[in-house]
């Protein structure tokens, strides 16, 4: 078992609860034991980082604080959101580099009784434990109903690979890690460009028509590159691609079709769960005629998803060599 | 998109000393004073196109010390924080904490633009300060009756499918424990900000 | 100018046991010295109390360096007879060599002067008067102590080998190996690819006269190929460096082609008859094709094929045969072997020029992953009238023309994030590919620029040219290269998304075909080829030269000399007067038929030395030998460049330098200390 802090975030309970429930539903077998730290509180998300340095800080820092007061061990905290884990990477890496910061964040701590050691926690997202710790042999080692068949296009959205601190993901723009956990579950990864482009975040709220225009950027790749269904890793993205996906169409009068649901749901439907036990039925973009294609899904709907047309590639003639691409794992990105 | 007009004399706080201010108030080092104006950052915004000035335009503005119009813009706010911009900044600039500086210079001048971000960020903010934790249905309601009105019942849908599939709660959340420690916290951390 | 006051106090802590006559002389350097040290002090200061110390006289001067200043040097050792000199002025890097001159002159042997620095160790460095004062007179003090010690030596003199070595055949050294041919000595030309013309041979046009490329390089490649004093060894590499500045020797490997030179006629029937189509990743920069017998190019010097081993039908299954069946003058031999030859040069100049910056590593460009994102060294190809397709501008289908391309300037360059120089040549070449494609296809050109570097002769002029053939310039950074069309205008397009940031908006722009200008970067193995000639890289990992300004063709090691790109960015003109200029060194020396070589040298005692051997892997030059029969070490003395890395770590203290001998460090110590000063209130002046 690899035991590690966990620092849920807001939207576990609420509009990620699919996230929650399918990741409980995959610790057991992946050996995974994260331990919820007591009393957390909120990130702030990009709200908070608005106001002012100090507080935007400490606010952070003392999730920081307290999970660093509450380990039994362990020295990794974990973080399925992206923007939670990197606010929280955030916060510890501003206060290593520099110290008369970190000092002011921990006399601020003080008031409340707290104190962090900065740099004495590893901050890291869930994919990151997945992919590079639990590994993907033990993934594959799990996997009794792989997902032939089911064409999933990666989302590992802005925040997981930028930008980066600690250096987890081959690339800023094009990282394939989250492809190969997916290839994992047996499933047919589709080449999606915009995997790591931003979903708008908070846009919905602020500036709605640049927040429709970006999912629908991102709905629109997603469907051209023949996805049955987007998978992300953040409750932000899965909300907005999601719930806002009706007024999105709404908006710019087109009828996109594209399901989105979290890693570990595909995950738990790989290892054999039903799909309503990891959260399924939620998504307001429904994901089952999708899930009916590969004969997943429990009599919710006959409907069979029609396979998305992709755009038609140029006919293969004697053109010129592409550059070559063989050792491209050597590339320094 | 509004053409940003000379700075006249009398705005006053100009010249490099607006500069090093936005420095001075962003975490680390962000090297905002390296810029070399070359666009990556404007042509990397996936939002740059709702902006009134790219974010290379606004560091032009803030090294020509042009403070009035440098918060009146409304780039800040739709800053998105995708860090697009600062990891291909050829300079390593640190773009987006910069932005997030702007924003808490802009809210704390009481000089921001005409945009619902101030008003939202004000709102999230006071849920965190009250509970210790995020609001989502407080906080979407109170601001789509104050700013979006008309737009009510398209969202009613949405609203609808988030209840009934159980992924919005519509009471409020329990308050950490820790919350007396919390606002300690964030008093004290205001005061040292403020001293900084 | 002097003072003599005698000091009452305790008598010397030594006697001087020969007739020393010092002579100091602290120099003002205008204010750069006087601004912060009190040079008159100091000089009234060393007037008594190094007295004991044999100092009998002491001067002051604005500029030591000058004429002037020299001529109180000489007129002191004429006329007060003064037979030991210490100047208290700038670095030795800059002076040394003056005063010691201004010495000889006078008819003092030039090394018992010592120049001792009170400004880039003192007055450049501090901001307190008294405190650099008292420096300055301790670091005076050194300086006498130690030419205490001094003897008198003379240079050594090495003899300048005739012949020289090129590494490297593109423009720059086929310029290098010219000059010297002409001048009527002996160069070894080598190579590492089948044929010499380097970077240059793939080129279609060069700027900004647009000249056909080939057409103005074979005919040097064709003199280089024929001249009776260049031995062409192509397809050959360094592998050892022996010797010092006047006597190389070098060992090179010649790879066997697999060909018979002597009766190889060049006549192409073996690549024509080869059935095994390889992708060439070489010259046609990955977009055409050549056989796995070739030449490189059809205008290859020498015009001997080569057999790659890796995809030849024969190595990897031991079938086919069919050039050797078809070769006329059956010039094919599978077993032929590489040779290893050796050579003796007094001189070696490295010409070993640049690769490509990889533009894979820019995933947001798309290179690799989207077809018709092309780099600068694949539209050459595409280009050139000899190239993969005769010459015509198309996508990667290889047959339709764009209607729009665009080109990108600063891929890898200035960029943080991968090389943070500036490669010197891409705008020019951007302008050049600009007007090539609107020559070829007439299509819209749009360039993105951060800057317009167009410096030199013509260059800005040709920008101009290319603003009159209507590019279209828009000044931002490209951000992104995409296919994920946001509208239906966008579809089937490669976009480029940017900030026009003279416009001050994001633009995308729909394009057929986008060409990286990639930048500049040092060879793969630049680290290891300057180790063997024992010479270093920067940090960027660009060649050492000895002085950027002043000095940008020779290093750091006497006898190897830098040309050309290797030594950092640099266009065609800039290359070829770099080669030039290290064969008119080279020349100078050959000519001088010997060479001087400073006597600061380490050297062995061998009735000390153990036969350890701990010195002999910590010499950067490796000027170290070991005499297995006498079990001794041995250090050579024209290599040794006297730095002391193996004086200071002898165990047995067997190894002393001429010009740094212990004792001479020991007393420069003592002096700095004051522990020759007989006043006692001045000793205490100093904390132990």
């Known amino acids: 078992m690899s035991s590690y802090l966990y620092y849920p975030g807001c939207s576990m309970d609420s509009s990620a609860k699919s996230y929650r429930d399918s990741l409980d539903a995959i610790s057991g077998p992946l050996g995974l034991d994260l331990r919820e730290i007591d009393d957390w509180n909120c990130c702030g998300a990009t709200e908070y980082l608005g106001t002012s340095r100090t507080p935007a800080y400490a606010l952070i820092a003392r999730n920081l604080a307290i999970a660093e007061q509450q380990t039994d061990g362990s020295r990794t905290l974990v973080a399925p959101c992206s923007a939670c884990f990197l606010n929280l990477a955030k916060a510890d890496h501003a206060m290593v580099e520099s110290p008369a910061f970190g000092e002011q964040v921990n006399a601020a701590l003080a008031a409340g009784g707290l104190h962090y050691d900065a740099g004495s926690l590893k901050v890291r997202h869930l994919l990151d434990v ?37 250096q987890r993901w081959e690339s800023h723009e094009y990282p394939r890690e989250f492809d190969r956990l997916l290839a994992a579950l047996g499933a047919d990864v589709v080449d999606f460009p915009l995997k790591t482009d931003c979903c708008g975040g908070h846009m919905t709220q602020i500036s709605p028509p640049t927040a429709f225009e970006m999912i629908r950027r991102l709905v629109d790749n997603a469907t051209r590159a023949g996805a049955d269904m987007m998978v992300t890793l953040c409750p932000m993205c899965q909300m907005n691609i999601d719930a806002f996906q009706g007024e999105m169409n709404h908006f710019f009068k087109t009828s996109y079709h594209m399901p989105i649901v979290f890693f570990t749901q595909v995950m738990g439907i790989a290892f054999g769960r039903e799909p309503s036990s990891v959260g399924f039925g939620r998504e307001l973009v429904d994901a089952h005629p999708a899930l009916n294609r590969i004969g997943r899904v429990e009599a919710k709907t006959d409907e069979e998803a029609p396979s998305h047309a992709r755009v038609p590639r140029a006919k293969k003639t004697q053109g010129l060599p592409m550059p070559s691409m063989a050792d491209y794992d050597e590339v320094k990105l | 998109m509004t053409t940003p007009a000379v700075s006249p004399p009398e705005t006053g706080a100009g010249g490099p000393a607006f500069l090093a201010e936005v420095m001075r108030a962003t975490p680390g080092n962000s090297r905002l004073d390296m810029c070399i104006q070359c666009g990556t950052c404007g042509g990397s915004c996936p939002s740059a196109m709702d902006m009134n000035h790219t974010p290379r335009q606004l560091f032009a503005m803030i090294r020509g010390g042009m403070r009035d119009e ?108 820790g919350m007396d420690g919390l606002k300690k916290i964030l008093a004290k951390a205001k005061d040292l900000e403020a001293a900084s | 100018m002097s003072a003599e006051e005698k000091v009452p106090g305790t008598p010397a802590p030594e006697t001087p046991a020969d007739d020393l006559r010092v002579g100091v002389y602290v120099c003002h350097c205008g204010s750069n010295i006087a601004g912060m040290v009190d040079v008159e002090g100091v000089r009234d200061w060393a007037a008594v109390n190094l007295k004991d110390r044999g100092v009998t006289v002491a001067q002051d001067y604005k500029f030591m360096c000058s004429s002037l200043g020299q001529e109180l040097i000489e007129k002191d050792i004429k006329e007060r007879g003064i037979n030991r000199v210490v100047v208290a002025a700038c670095s030795p890097h800059l002076h040394e060599k003056t005063f010691r001159t201004a010495c000889a002159n006078a008819g003092l042997n030039p090394y018992l002067c010592e120049l001792v620095s009170v400004r880039e160790q003192d007055s450049w460095v501090h901001t307190d008067r008294a405190a650099a004062t008292e420096k300055a007179k301790a670091i005076l003090s050194g300086g006498v102590e130690r030419v205490r010690h001094h003897e008198e030596l003379e240079p050594m003199r090495v003899p300048i080998h005739p012949a020289s070595l090129v590494v490297g055949g593109g423009i720059g050294g086929i310029s290098a190996a010219l000059e010297l041919a002409n001048a009527g000595y002996p160069v070894y030309l080598v190579e590492r690819t089948p044929s010499i013309g380097g970077h240059m041979a793939q080129f279609d046009k060069t700027y900004p006269t647009l000249d056909c490329s080939a057409c103005i390089l074979t005919p040097r490649m064709v003199e280089a190929g024929t001249h009776p004093n260049i031995t062409l060894l192509t397809y050959s590499e360094v592998e050892a460096v022996k010797g010092y500045v006047g006597n190389f020797t070098v060992t090179i490997r010649r790879k066997a082609r697999q060909v018979d030179e002597e009766t190889c006629t060049g006549c192409g029937v073996c690549w024509e008859k080869c059935p095994v189509n390889v992708i060439d990743t070489e010259f046609e920069a990955g977009i055409g094709y050549r056989k796995a017998v070739y030449v490189p190019f059809a205008q290859a010097v020498p015009k001997y094929p080569v057999i790659d081993k890796e995809t030849c039908t024969y190595y ?128 819209t050109v749009y360039n993105f620029y951060i800057d317009m570097r167009t410096p030199s002769k013509g260059y800005d002029e040709f920008y101009q040219r290319l603003m009159e053939e209507g590019t279209i310039f828009i000044r931002g950074k490209v951000a992104e290269i995409t296919q994920a069309a946001h509208s239906p205008e966008e579809e089937g397009k490669l976009i480029v998304q940017v900030e026009d940031t003279l416009a001050g908006a994001q633009v995308r722009i729909p394009l057929d075909m986008v060409v990286l200008s990639a930048g500049l970067e040092p060879q793969a193995d630049a680290k290891e080829v300057a180790q063997l000639f024992g010479i270093s890289c920067g940090f960027e990992g660009w060649m050492l030269e000895r002085h950027p300004k002043l000095d940008p063709v020779a290093t750091m090691t006497d006898g190897i000399f830098v040309a050309g790109c290797v030594q950092g960015p640099k266009d065609i003109p800039a290359t070829v007067a770099q080669g030039a200029a290290a064969s008119a060194r080279i020349l100078g020396r050959i000519q001088q038929g010997e060479m001087e070589l400073e006597p600061i040298r380490a050297s062995v005692d061998e009735e000390k030395c153990s036969g350890c051997r701990i010195c002999n892997n910590l010499c950067p030059f490796s000027a170290i030998i070991f005499h297995e029969d006498r079990m001794v070490t041995e250090i050579n003395p024209a290599l040794c460049q006297g730095c002391g890395t193996c004086v200071a770590a002898c165990p047995a203290g067997a190894i002393s330098g001429t010009g740094f001998s212990n004792e001479q460090i020991l007393s420069q110590i003592e002096g700095l200390l004051l522990r020759n000063i007989v006043n006692a209130a001045e000793r205490e002046a100093v904390p132990a």
């Open chain 1, 130 to 166: 997945i992919v590079h710790e639990i590994g993907l042999e033990a993934v594959k080692a799990q996997v009794t109903r792989p997902l032939k068949g089911l064409k999933l296009a990666p989302y590992m959205g802005c925040m997981v690979p930028r930008p980066d601190y600690d």
């Open chain 2, 70 to 177: 440098v918060f009146r813009s409304n780039t800040p706010w739709m800053c998105v924080s995708c860090y697009y911009c600062t990891v291909r900044c050829p300079q390593e600039i640190r773009i987006t904490d910069v932005m997030y500086t702007l924003k808490g210079m802009a809210t704390r001048g009481k000089k921001y633009p005409n945009s619902t971000a101030p008003d939202f960020s004000k709102a999230f903010i006071s849920n965190i300060e009250m509970f210790g934790r995020s609001f989502e249905v407080g906080l979407t309601a109170r601001h789509y009756l104050r700013h979006y009105m008309t737009r009510l019942p398209a969202i009613a849908p949405m609203g609808i499918g988030m209840l009934r599939s159980g992924r919005i709660g519509l009471m409020p959340p329990k308050r950490i424990k």
């Open chain 3, 316 to 443: 990897l299954k031991g079938t086919c045969r069919a050039c050797e069946k078809f070769c006329p003058p059956q010039s094919i031999r599978f077993d032929q072997e590489d040779e290893i030859l050796n050579v003796e040069v007094g001189n070696i100049v490295i010409a070993t020029g640049y690769q490509l910056f990889d533009s894979r590593r820019i995933p947001q460009y798309g290179y690799g992953r989207l077809p018709n994102v092309f780099t600068s060294m694949e539209f050459e190809r595409l280009s050139n009238a000899a190239g993969p397709t005769g010459g015509h501008i198309v996508l990667r289908d290889g047959v339709t023309e764009p209607k729009t391309v665009g080109i990108v300037h600063c891929v890898g360059s200035r960029d943080r994030n991968y090389n943070a120089y500036c490669s010197s040549i891409c705008c020019m070449q951007s302008l050049k590919v600009a007007h090539l494609v609107k020559e070829h296809t007439g299509a």
